[in-house]
T-cell receptor, first 113, second 114 residues
Framework: GAGVSQSPSNKVTEKGKDVELRCDPI?????LYWYRQSLGQGLEFLIY????????KSGLPSDRFSAERTGGSVSTLTIQRTQQEDSAVYLC???????????FGQGTRLTVV | AQSVAQPEDQVNVAEGNPLTVKCTYSVSGNPYLFWYVQYPNRGLQFLLK??????LVKGSYGFEAEFNKSQTSFHLKKPSALVSDSALYFC????????????FGSGTRLQVQP
């Protein structure tokens, strides 16, 4: 596709359930980022993939959060045993590399009830 | 470590007046600097970037930004604001070395009054 695609666009889950969020980056983009944004707030960095290098996981808030990127393309962010404080918009972005702008998807709005 | 500061939560300006949204940064090595805009219920859109070269960079929708190395700043400017410019603006930085991701500021809400 022409842009970064995220699915689902909205997800409501019960506290304690696991969720998987998907990101399809722009074809050929070697860098992929996950951020989350609470209502009207700034972007909190979660994890960064660059090519075949080990991902930068320094932003993951707890061991309930994990992400993988298969084949250098699609990425999945998994949140286990969701908590209410996990409710936010999860944003994925991709870029050609270090000096290039990142293009963002529309995000997945996660609501934990 | 790298960081971005946007000292103003909100900037108010009258339509037709010039606007400035402030951004300062801290990074190892040389900075790559970006501005993004987020309209209500929309994703982030890229406005402009500084990688190297001329300190004044021009971007989308008439916006420009000036890179000042000595002040470690990258303020966003527009000569004449429009009501439609009202949105949330984010500054972001990463260094030209290491493998850190883009670091974003906390955002500045721009309100342009008719």
């Amino acid at each position: 596709g022409a842009g970064v695609s995220q699915s689902p666009s909205n997800k409501v889950t019960e506290k304690g359930k696991d969720v998987e969020l998907r990101c399809d980056p722009i074809s050929g983009h070697t860098a992929l980022y996950w951020y989350r944004q609470s209502l009207g707030q700034g972007l909190e960095f979660l994890i960064y993939f660059q090519g075949n290098s080990a991902p930068d996981k320094s932003g993951l808030p707890s061991d309930r959060f994990s992400a993988e990127r298969t084949g250098g393309s699609v990425s999945t962010l998994t949140i286990q045993r969701t908590q209410q404080e996990d409710s936010a918009v999860y944003l994925c972005a991709s870029s050609l590399g270090r000096g290039f702008e990142a293009f963002f998807g529309q995000g997945t709005r996660l609501t934990v009830v | 470590a790298q960081s971005v500061a946007q000292p103003e939560d909100q900037v108010n300006v009258a339509e037709g007046n010039p606007l400035t949204v402030k951004c300062t940064y801290s990074v190892s090595g040389n900075p790559y600097l970006f501005w993004y805009v987020q309209y209500p219920n929309r994703g982030l859109q890229f406005l402009l970037k500084y990688i190297t070269g001329d300190n004044l960079v021009k971007g989308s929708y008439g916006f420009e930004a000036e890179f000042n190395k000595s002040q470690t700043s990258f303020h966003l400017k527009k000569p004449s604001a429009l009501v439609s410019d009202s949105a949330l603006y984010f500054c972001a930085v990463r260094g030209d070395t290491g493998r850190r991701a883009l670091t974003f500021g906390s955002g500045t809400r721009l309100q342009v009054q008719p």
